[in-house]
């Protein structure tokens, strides 16, 4: 048996009404892995990315996070124990500022209670001082330099991108989800992103599970990829293996991404 | 509808304009302070035909002033002394000193003002008494501020959070219980009166502690719902309160709230005889005759600075950062890790302090809780403030509540006097009317003229925070897509 893996889901099923969303889902994240979930619309992809940020409550089955269960908790649990993420649909603070975007990110990693923050108490002065150099860090990481006041709203669409990484990077995951984070950009951005990704791992320590419909993406910097249909795990395996795969072909890749590769 | 008539009107000013040779674009280019000045300019010369037309020229150097200083001001802000940005304290300091010093030029006997002069329109300048409202009611809309501006939730039932504050000074500084008889602090009351008398400073901190906890408890089961929802139970816990208190003189034989009769005589606020003597504070304020309601003045600012200083320092807190992001996009918020109860019941909280305090003051300051007080009409009337003034704005707010308290008070009665003297039954200028027409008595029809005008050509507010006016007309996307409620 390998080590304990980052996170565990057994039978994880989310069902609307009749609708199963989500059948059945046994899968992992090993530690440091960078893991890829694919899929055509509507596979439940996102429905179970919900389920892992506490977003949605699983119908049955369960979620286990660095060896302790979180099936039921609610989703400021989940960023807790170390689970961050971005959103498919752009969710920034829109008329806050990027500095205080990321601010919001450390939410669950500063301690300064209601009393605190009216006295102003030097322990709380000096942790959000703490705060603000930290988040300018993150933004720089996350690329965008001098660019702290800007609000939200104004940020270009790969900036807003960016941010949304660099929130959910605040939170200090151990684990991030990224819900495909390329949609709508330029292959130059997707590009640098796919970069990016690579260096979250390298620099930062983190696992990354990626729900992505760019296979340039999924195959350049995946260790595994997991392809999801009508919400049933078809297909688990290194991106080579998933290229292969007949069922895949089948149900999303089609025989074009074969040839091209 | 705001887009439309704003466009059409400035699209207006602009064909007027741009036929004397002065283009938009022009206009644009000129730097800030040249626009602000003829900004001001224009607004001063506006100014001043109103005070010519109503003949009050001494007034006009100070209308100007006035004017001025609004229409510049903004400039000043950038001010630094040391690296602090002063400048924008300029305004409230200068506020806050007109404010402190009033009481002194306003302040007779009678209660007129014959120092100030009569303005054209609005008549005398406000009463004592209605000054005390004002901080009253600015302490509550500043409390609302933290429940409906920052967290963005809609309160329909803050006037509960007021009876309950209002009925812990009755149960804490009066005769009620005179079944027992406990003094602690009592510092200023009157000897020899039966019943629980504590010193009405710790009255105030109580009466807020007790609030907030009781904005928990009702917090709770209620802040899980969601927009409509959350309104529709804050309305039914406003309406379920008062009648409690009305109802409460026989509760299982015991007599809580008096009943209709409500709970009188409430101890007025003093520092006891030790401080009048060595620090000459009033020793009580019941007991300074004719000059009482200064010093009722006085207190209610100390308690509105209070509570303006929390509002800022929260607003600039990881906690009110929380209030802000749960307002934007509430799943967003939860999935960094904010928990959503939590901070929404601190907001419920911390509102409902603020409005317990204000309640045990203005208790204490009538000396009596009465349950016929505590109606539905006040907590539309703090709200209509928060939102007149600009949700989520400090100043805003404030300017609501003292703006809409005066009105309630004084203004609409001296405007409905004046309207009748020059057009009313033998007007002075043309009788428009031939019976006398009572202002007063269409005060919330005003009020609601006065917040659809608003809500439809600037819906952020007079005086909006940055962020809000940007949601209101960008947007939030705040779609309640997940069936997540913790």
């Given at each position: 048996m390998m080590a304990d893996p980052l996170l565990r889901t057994s039978s994880l099923r989310k069902e609307f009404g009749g609708l199963v969303a989500v059948d059945d889902v046994d899968f992992t994240v090993p530690t440091g892995a960078i893991v890829s979930l694919i899929g055509p619309n509507g596979a439940g992809k996102t429905t179970f990315f919900n389920m892992l940020t506490g977003v949605y409550k699983p119908t049955a089955g369960s979620v286990v996070f660095a060896g302790e269960e979180l099936t039921g908790k609610p989703p400021h649990a989940f960023t807790e124990r170390g689970i961050g993420r971005t959103f498919q649909n752009i969710r920034l603070f829109q008329n806050m500022t990027a500095l205080e975007n990321v601010l919001v990110g450390m939410h669950s990693r500063l301690k300064g209670t209601l009393v605190e923050a009216i006295l102003r108490t030097p322990r709380v002065k000096h942790e959000e001082d703490g705060a603000r150099d930290r988040a300018r860090e993150l933004l720089e990481f996350s690329g965008l330099r001098r660019k702290d006041h800007e609000i939200g709203r104004n940020l270009s669409y790969g900036d807003q991108r960016r941010l949304e990484v660099a929130r959910a990077l605040a939170t200090q995951p151990k684990l991030l989800l990224l819900d495909e984070p390329t949609a709508g950009m330029n292959p130059q951005e997707t590009a640098e992103f796919t970069d990016f990704v690579a260096r979250l791992r390298t620099d930062l320590d983190l696992a990354v599970l990626l729900i992505e419909h760019d296979m340039r993406v999924v195959m350049g910097v995946s260790d595994r990829v997991t392809v999801l249909d009508y919400g049933e795990k078809i297909a688990e395996g290194t991106p080579s293996e998933i290229q292969k795969n007949e069922r895949v072909i089948e149900a999303y890749l089609g025989s074009a991404a074969v040839s091209t590769g | 509808m705001r887009r439309v008539v704003g466009g059409a009107i400035s699209d207006a000013w602009w064909s007027v304009f741009g036929a004397l040779g002065l283009s938009r674009a022009r206009w644009e280019a000129l730097p800030n302070i040249a626009r602000r000045a003829v900004k001001a300019s224009i607004w001063t010369a506006i100014g001043l035909v109103l005070v010519a037309y109503f003949?009050?020229?001494?007034?006009?150097?100070?209308?100007?002033?006035?004017?001025?200083?609004?229409?510049?001001?903004?400039?000043?802000?950038?001010?630094t002394i040391g690296g602090r940005r002063v400048g924008r304290f300029i305004v409230p300091l200068a506020a806050l000193a007109i404010a402190i010093t009033y009481p002194f030029y306003a302040y007779t006997s009678t209660g007129v003002s014959p120092g100030l002069p009569q303005l054209p329109v609005f008549g005398t300048f406000p009463l004592m008494s209605t000054m005390v409202n004002m901080g009253i009611f600015t302490m509550m809309a500043l409390g609302l501020n933290f429940v409906v501006g920052y967290a963005g939730l809609l309160d329909l039932g803050y006037v509960a959070f007021y009876a309950m504050g209002s009925y812990m000074a009755g149960w804490l500084a009066s005769s009620q219980f005179s079944q027992v008889n406990v003094r602690f602090g009592g510092i200023g009351v009157i000897q020899g009166l039966t019943g629980i008398h504590i010193s009405i400073w710790l009255v105030l901190l109580a009466a807020g502690l007790m609030t907030a906890f009781v904005g928990v408890v009702i917090g709770l089961p209620t802040l899980r719902l969601r927009g409509d929802y959350l309104a529709i139970v804050t309305l039914g816990f406003g309406e379920i309160l008062p009648q409690v208190a009305r109802?409460?003189?026989?509760?299982?034989?015991?007599?809580?709230?008096?009943?209709?009769?409500?709970?009188?005589?409430?101890?007025?606020?003093?520092?006891?005889?030790?401080?009048?003597?060595?620090?000459g504070l009033p020793a009580n304020y019941g007991a300074l005759g004719t000059t009482f309601d200064r010093d009722y003045f006085w207190t209610v600012l100390v308690l509105v600075l209070v509570t303006i200083f929390c509002s800022a320092r929260l607003r600039d807190s990881r906690l009110g950062r929380a209030w802000i992001a749960i307002r934007e996009d509430e799943v967003a918020a939860a999935a960094m890790g904010i928990p959503l109860m939590r901070t929404k019941t601190w907001a419920y909280a911390t509102g409902a302090f603020f409005g317990g305090v204000a309640g045990a003051f203005y208790a204490s300051y009538n000396g009596s809780s009465n349950p016929d007080e505590f109606y539905f009409q006040i907590s539309v009337f703090i709200l209509v403030m928060v939102i007149l003034g600009g949700m989520g704005n400090i100043w805003g707010v404030i300017f609501g509540a003292c703006f809409l308290t005066y009105l309630n008070s004084e203004g609409l009665n001296n405007i409905g006097?004046?309207?009748?003297?020059?057009?009313?039954?033998?007007?002075?200028d043309v009788t428009l009317w031939h019976k006398t027409l009572?202002?007063?008595?269409?005060?919330?029809?005003?009020?609601?003229?006065?917040?659809?005008?608003?809500?439809?050509?600037?819906?952020?507010?007079?005086?909006?925070?940055?962020?809000?006016?940007?949601?209101?007309?960008?947007?939030?996307?705040?779609q309640p897509l997940y069936d997540a409620a913790a």
């Amino acid at each position: 048996m390998m080590a304990d893996p980052l996170l565990r889901t057994s039978s994880l099923r989310k069902e609307f009404g009749g609708l199963v969303a989500v059948d059945d889902v046994d899968f992992t994240v090993p530690t440091g892995a960078i893991v890829s979930l694919i899929g055509p619309n509507g596979a439940g992809k996102t429905t179970f990315f919900n389920m892992l940020t506490g977003v949605y409550k699983p119908t049955a089955g369960s979620v286990v996070f660095a060896g302790e269960e979180l099936t039921g908790k609610p989703p400021h649990a989940f960023t807790e124990r170390g689970i961050g993420r971005t959103f498919q649909n752009i969710r920034l603070f829109q008329n806050m500022t990027a500095l205080e975007n990321v601010l919001v990110g450390m939410h669950s990693r500063l301690k300064g209670t209601l009393v605190e923050a009216i006295l102003r108490t030097p322990r709380v002065k000096h942790e959000e001082d703490g705060a603000r150099d930290r988040a300018r860090e993150l933004l720089e990481f996350s690329g965008l330099r001098r660019k702290d006041h800007e609000i939200g709203r104004n940020l270009s669409y790969g900036d807003q991108r960016r941010l949304e990484v660099a929130r959910a990077l605040a939170t200090q995951p151990k684990l991030l989800l990224l819900d495909e984070p390329t949609a709508g950009m330029n292959p130059q951005e997707t590009a640098e992103f796919t970069d990016f990704v690579a260096r979250l791992r390298t620099d930062l320590d983190l696992a990354v599970l990626l729900i992505e419909h760019d296979m340039r993406v999924v195959m350049g910097v995946s260790d595994r990829v997991t392809v999801l249909d009508y919400g049933e795990k078809i297909a688990e395996g290194t991106p080579s293996e998933i290229q292969k795969n007949e069922r895949v072909i089948e149900a999303y890749l089609g025989s074009a991404a074969v040839s091209t590769g | 509808m705001r887009r439309v008539v704003g466009g059409a009107i400035s699209d207006a000013w602009w064909s007027v304009f741009g036929a004397l040779g002065l283009s938009r674009a022009r206009w644009e280019a000129l730097p800030n302070i040249a626009r602000r000045a003829v900004k001001a300019s224009i607004w001063t010369a506006i100014g001043l035909v109103l005070v010519a037309y109503f003949g009050v020229w001494q007034w006009s150097a100070l209308a100007i002033a006035a004017v001025v200083l609004v229409l510049v001001v903004p400039s000043y802000s950038r001010v630094t002394i040391g690296g602090r940005r002063v400048g924008r304290f300029i305004v409230p300091l200068a506020a806050l000193a007109i404010a402190i010093t009033y009481p002194f030029y306003a302040y007779t006997s009678t209660g007129v003002s014959p120092g100030l002069p009569q303005l054209p329109v609005f008549g005398t300048f406000p009463l004592m008494s209605t000054m005390v409202n004002m901080g009253i009611f600015t302490m509550m809309a500043l409390g609302l501020n933290f429940v409906v501006g920052y967290a963005g939730l809609l309160d329909l039932g803050y006037v509960a959070f007021y009876a309950m504050g209002s009925y812990m000074a009755g149960w804490l500084a009066s005769s009620q219980f005179s079944q027992v008889n406990v003094r602690f602090g009592g510092i200023g009351v009157i000897q020899g009166l039966t019943g629980i008398h504590i010193s009405i400073w710790l009255v105030l901190l109580a009466a807020g502690l007790m609030t907030a906890f009781v904005g928990v408890v009702i917090g709770l089961p209620t802040l899980r719902l969601r927009g409509d929802y959350l309104a529709i139970v804050t309305l039914g816990f406003g309406e379920i309160l008062p009648q409690v208190a009305r109802n409460g003189n026989s509760l299982l034989g015991f007599n809580l709230t008096n009943g209709t009769g409500g709970i009188t005589p409430i101890d007025p606020p003093g520092f006891g005889s030790w401080a009048h003597h060595h620090l000459g504070l009033p020793a009580n304020y019941g007991a300074l005759g004719t000059t009482f309601d200064r010093d009722y003045f006085w207190t209610v600012l100390v308690l509105v600075l209070v509570t303006i200083f929390c509002s800022a320092r929260l607003r600039d807190s990881r906690l009110g950062r929380a209030w802000i992001a749960i307002r934007e996009d509430e799943v967003a918020a939860a999935a960094m890790g904010i928990p959503l109860m939590r901070t929404k019941t601190w907001a419920y909280a911390t509102g409902a302090f603020f409005g317990g305090v204000a309640g045990a003051f203005y208790a204490s300051y009538n000396g009596s809780s009465n349950p016929d007080e505590f109606y539905f009409q006040i907590s539309v009337f703090i709200l209509v403030m928060v939102i007149l003034g600009g949700m989520g704005n400090i100043w805003g707010v404030i300017f609501g509540a003292c703006f809409l308290t005066y009105l309630n008070s004084e203004g609409l009665n001296n405007i409905g006097a004046w309207l009748n003297t020059h057009f009313g039954p033998g007007g002075s200028d043309v009788t428009l009317w031939h019976k006398t027409l009572d202002v007063p008595e269409y005060n919330f029809g005003i009020y609601g003229v006065i917040l659809v005008v608003v809500m439809l050509f600037r819906p952020e507010g007079l005086i909006p925070s940055r962020r809000r006016a940007a949601e209101f007309h960008e947007g939030v996307h705040d779609q309640p897509l997940y069936d997540a409620a913790a």
